[in-house]
């Protein structure tokens, strides 16, 4: 239906208005919050836990702890991830639906929660559990031990201090941000075709992710696991820059009146 990142913006202000571009926000804005606190503290934790003896940690070490910590995300990424997707794809499918001659209801994501918990109970929330596992995993397995060496090369708030200044944990969170998200595109479109609910008629059903990467293969090419690699990467460079340029700040423990530690 979209042939590049432009063409899904005019068709999508054509056929939604400009606000058409914020369908699933309010999901991120309620859930992604604990998401990266979780995702962050959680790599804090495994790093100092999986730290040697003379203190060092080893790059298998640090990609270790930073998929422990993609591990641990899951139980708010998979939820926010299924209902933003509904919110997303919406507009999209209602087009097609009425390009049919049907007319498609409205749908909210409260409205969303509450049929798949009605249906399927709490697990219906969490379709597609494996996928996002496959992909935050992986992330978070390039993300960390990348953003830790760029950040250890800046320069530091004080002498003898081992923490950077908060430019250099922005950047570092852009660029290892940005090139991670690439890395793992293709775990992100098997994810989000399997968590899409519904689907324009026509369109492919999957059984699975082995079998959702075996189908995209065979109809549409090794390519279309980086479709949307470059929305991606706008998107998430960004996002882990001011993450981690807050987080390492210290703006929480300034809030509760306990002093920063070391990161």
Same mark, same amino acid.
Not at 18 to 37: C, D, H, Q, W
Not at 129 to 156: E, K, M
Not at 166 to 177: E, I, K, M, P, T
């Given at each position: 239906?979209?042939?590049?990142?432009?063409?899904?913006?005019? $068709?999508?202000?054509?056929?939604?208005?400009?606000?058409?571009?914020?369908?699933?926000?309010?999901?991120?804005?309620?859930?992604?919050? #604990?998401?990266?606190?979780?995702?962050?503290?959680?790599?804090?934790?495994?790093?100092?836990?999986?730290?040697?003896?003379?203190?060092?940690? #080893?790059?298998?070490?640090?990609?270790?702890?930073?998929?422990?910590?993609?591990?641990?995300?899951?139980?708010?990424?998979? #939820?926010?991830?299924?209902?933003?997707?509904?919110?997303? *794809?919406?507009?999209?499918?209602?087009?097609?639906?009425?390009?049919?001659?049907?007319?498609?209801?409205?749908?909210?994501?409260?409205?969303?929660?509450?049929?798949? %918990?009605?249906?399927?109970?709490?697990?219906?929330?969490?379709?597609?559990?494996?996928?996002?596992?496959?992909?935050? %995993?992986?992330?978070?397995?390039?993300?960390? #031990?990348?953003?830790?060496?760029?950040?250890?090369?800046?320069?530091?708030?004080?002498?003898?201090?081992?923490?950077?200044?908060?430019?250099?944990?922005?950047?570092?969170?852009?660029?290892?941000?940005?090139?991670?998200?690439?890395?793992?595109?293709?775990? *992100?479109? %098997? $994810?989000?075709?399997? /968590?899409?609910?519904?689907?324009?008629?026509?369109?492919?059903?999957?059984?699975? %992710?082995? *079998?959702?990467?075996?189908?995209?293969?065979?109809?549409?090419?090794?390519?279309?696991?980086?479709?949307?690699?470059?929305?991606?990467?706008?998107?998430?460079?960004?996002?882990?820059?001011?993450? /981690?340029?807050?987080?390492?700040?210290?703006?929480?423990?300034?809030?509760?009146?306990?002093?920063?530690?070391?990161?």
């Amino acid at each position: 239906m979209y042939n590049s990142m432009l063409d899904c913006f005019k $068709k999508t202000y054509r056929a939604e208005g400009y606000f058409g571009m914020y369908r699933g926000s309010a999901v991120n804005i309620l859930l992604i919050t #604990p998401e990266k606190a979780i995702k962050l503290a959680a790599n804090d934790f495994f790093r100092h836990h999986l730290t040697t003896a003379n203190g060092s940690l #080893p790059i298998t070490r640090q990609m270790a702890a930073g998929g422990l910590a993609g591990l641990c995300q899951i139980v708010i990424t998979t #939820p926010m991830e299924l209902l933003k997707i509904q919110m997303q *794809d919406a507009g999209r499918v209602a087009a097609q639906a009425k390009a049919a001659g049907k007319t498609l209801p409205k749908v909210s994501a409260t409205s969303i929660a509450m049929e798949l %918990v009605r249906t399927k109970g709490i697990t219906g929330l969490y379709k597609g559990t494996g996928a996002t596992a496959l992909r935050d %995993v992986s992330f978070s397995i390039v993300y960390f #031990p990348l953003f830790a060496t760029l950040n250890a090369l800046g320069p530091r708030r004080d002498d003898g201090s081992n923490e950077a200044v908060f430019w250099c944990s922005f950047l570092s969170g852009c660029a290892a941000g940005s090139m991670a998200a690439l890395a793992v595109n293709p775990f *992100d479109v %098997v $994810k989000t075709r399997l /968590q899409a609910l519904k689907k324009a008629e026509g369109e492919m059903q999957f059984n699975g %992710v082995a *079998d959702c990467i075996g189908k995209t293969l065979k109809h549409e090419g090794v390519t279309a696991f980086f479709k949307g690699g470059l929305c991606r990467m706008i998107v998430i460079a960004p996002l882990f820059g001011i993450a /981690q340029m807050v987080y390492f700040l210290g703006v929480a423990e300034a809030l509760l009146g306990t002093k920063s530690g070391n990161k």
